[in-house]
């Protein structure tokens, strides 16, 4: 039996200038974009595992907009073995909650056979780490966060090192499972046959009724949570400016305030 | 109407969380009229360890859901049965600490339970609806943006640091142990096993420090970087360094303040060569007083200070040296 990983990616704009849609989401199209940082990572430990067995075929998915295939195109040409983009406008406006619905209708529909999910730690555009929680939920399989490092891997199970700020564990898990990684910027190496491989592969591309998605649960539609302002922080205090050439001064000037607030006894 | 609001208390090594603190002490301030409950998971001898504290919390009621199969945390475990507590009590906010656990907790229990969750939130309030109103962060602390959810409860996690903790009034807090049902809990844990596990030391809390002496980029070497060390030993104060200090390896990632480091809430904090950009600046929004020492005048941080003094960073270190050393 070949053994199926799915790796999920997002394309995230690789630019500082946000542009925000009329709904307060942000407007992608038409933004230079790259695969999230921590998805390559994700994408490195399947390529790990498929290391360590011998049969074994690894599925980069993503959700997003038709310009997400370059994405697609770049996983596989970085090793996955074939593609798939979810992509329907009824999909636009997802939150985490209908982002995880939409993937795991994805798996149900089309990899109902999976031995690994693999996602990246968070996306850096929104930072939230929401949806592999989520998804691992949606599919009712147990999971592992903050995933640093693959241990060993065989059909049954895999043993993954987790290291979060407290405590380092080392962590065995029974197929099927969702790992999700905190490496970033994982650097993978070329390989020749992979790129011309992506050359030649098409990415699939599904509509919601491809997955037999309840479209009620998708976009913005599906999605509980909502933006109702986005705003550039006001952070303002009445500065007082002290221009002063001789640094004794100045010195001094630190110094006593130092020890004012050292003496005021607060709440 | 009053609002029923639920915290998470997370403990760990039988020590309730600091964020958990931080919740409640927010809530109980800011959310008027609203009754504040508890809920916390584990087994007997882990609750039992804490239950004095979680007395002095000034919680109305806490959940206690107790169990042998809860010994250790674990997310599908303590996600499954929390959720069968909320559907139980239909609290109107949830709220938990957006620590390393409560980051995959809380999007499991929304999944669960079909409903909405903000991650890492630095403000919330509740409005006129009594809905909640929950800030956070995004795009690496470029922008802010204020998210509201259709379903109930308004489900948030809170970033460490973002809420001082303030005198709550103490009150009788009643125990009810909840009684969830584990039977789909027993056949999860079957297909996890935590193989090793390797405490790390904790550094001391130095976030909350009287006076935190904090360098960036200004300081234009590792060596100069040091001084800031040795200042703030003088001074009895704690060192910090902002996030482009810590990304050249000037100092370590445990002291870094801004948006992906620490929260911090001094009386006084003093930046010497930091610019101020935003991503920083929400880290240090609590201090009660901010002294910014910078040579360039346009820096954004001489704007938002409450004193700008627009001087060489590592001279007017170099003098506090010689001057506490005398």
Known sequence: MTF??????????????????????????????????????????????????????????????????ESLKEALAMGCDNA??????????????????????????????????ICGYQAVDGDTAQTPSSLAQKLNIPQITNVTALKDVNNEYSIWFKETNSYNQQIKIQHPALISTTIKNAEILPDINSYIRANSTEVNVLSADAIMADTL????????????????????????????????????????????????DDD | MTTKTLVYIESNNHVIERVSKEIISHVKHFFADSTVYGVIAGDEYSI?????ELKKLGLENVFVIQNPLLSTYNVCSYSNVIAQLISNISPDVFLMGATSNGRELAPRIA??????????????????????????????GKMMATIISKTKPNFATVRQGAFKLRQIPMQQTE??????????????????????????????????????????????????????????????????????????????????????????????????????????MIGITNAQKIIAVNIDKNAPIMNTADIAIPADAVEVINSMLSKLSD
């Open chain 1, 217 to 264: 649960k998708t976009g913005f539609a599906g999605s509980p949570t909502q933006v109702k302002k986005a705003f550039r922080p006001e952070i303002k205090r009445n500065t007082k400016l002290i221009e002063e050439e001789n640094t004794d001064k100045i010195v001094d000037c630190i110094l006593d305030i130092i020890k004012e607030c050292k003496e005021r």
């Open chain 1, 84 to 117: 798939f983009l979810l992509c329907d406008k009824k999909f636009a406006g997802s939150d985490t909650l209908a982002t995880a619905y939409v993937l795991s209708q994805f798996i149900n529909t089309h990899l109902n056979d999976f031995n690994l999910i």
């Open chain 2, 111 to 140: 999944s669960k339970l079909d409903i909405g969750l903000t991650a890492d939130c630095t403000d919330l309030q509740l409005d006129i609806d009594e809905k909640l109103l929950a800030t956070r962060p995004t795009y690496g």
């Open chain 2, 48 to 52: 039992e360890a804490v239950l004095p």
């Open chain 1, 4 to 69: 199926k990983i799915a790796v999920f990616i997002k394309q995230v704009p690789d630019t500082d200038d946000i542009r925000w849609t009329e709904h307060n989401t942000i407007q992608r199209e038409g933004l230079e974009s790259v695969i999230n940082p921590y998805d390559i990572g994700a994408i490195q430990l399947a390529k790990n595992v498929k290391f360590l067995l011998n049969d074994c075929e690894i599925t980069a998915v993503s959700m997003g907009p038709m310009q997400a295939q």
């Open chain 2, 175 to 280: 125990i009810s142990y909840f009684n969830a049902n584990l039977a789909d809990v027993a056949g999860m844990l079957d297909k996890y096993e935590i193989l090793k596990t390797e405490d790390k030391e904790q550094p001391e809390d130095w976030t909350n420090a009287d006076v935190i002496v904090a360098g960036g980029l200004g300081l234009k070497s590792k060596e100069n970087f040091e001084l800031i060390y040795r200042l703030a030993e003088l001074l009895d104060a704690k060192p910090a360094a902002s996030r482009a200090a810590v990304e050249l390896g000037w100092a370590p990632q445990s002291i870094q303040v801004g948006q992906t480091g620490n929260s911090v809430n001094p009386k006084l904090y003093i930046a010497f060569g930091i610019s101020g950009a935003l991503q920083h």
